[in-house]
């Protein structure tokens, strides 16, 4: 089992910026691709972005594409999202996800854990 903590959620207002952090268990961090995904309330949960296991290649939804920024540090067993010029429409629980591959997908059932979530809340 792999266990994926997400923080860094909270309230911001409209233009702002937030950095979500996910933390993994163990030191095999390195042998999974990454993904963030949210869902917000009556939704299906959405791709957000994406990252290899390398970090190398990265991938980005288009409704936030310019805007976040996925990155990893295998080192700390870390990925983080970086959010700037946030929107109302970003509102939602942002989940973190492990692909067990060096490669990521863009749809959820591809992904083999899931953290618990964190919820973004944007105000106009």
């Known amino acids: 089992q792999v266990q994926l903590v997400e923080s860094g959620g909270g309230l911001v207002q409209a233009g702002g910026s937030l950095r979500l952090s996910c933390a993994a268990s163990?030191?095999?961090?390195?042998?999974?691709?990454m993904g963030w995904f949210r869902q917000a309330p009556g939704k299906e949960r959405e791709f957000v972005a994406a990252?290899?296991?390398?970090?190398?290649?990265?991938y980005y939804a288009d409704s936030v594409k310019g805007r976040f920024t996925i990155s990893r540090d295998n080192a700390k067993n870390t990925v983080y999202l970086q959010m700037n010029s946030l929107k109302p429409e970003d509102t939602a629980v942002y989940y973190c996800a492990a692909r067990v591959s060096s490669w990521y997908d863009v749809i959820p059932n591809e992904y083999d854990y899931w953290g618990q979530g964190t919820q973004v809340t944007v105000s106009s």
């Open positions: 990252i290899s296991w390398s970090g190398g290649s990265t």
């Open positions: 163990g030191r095999t961090f390195s042998s999974y691709a």
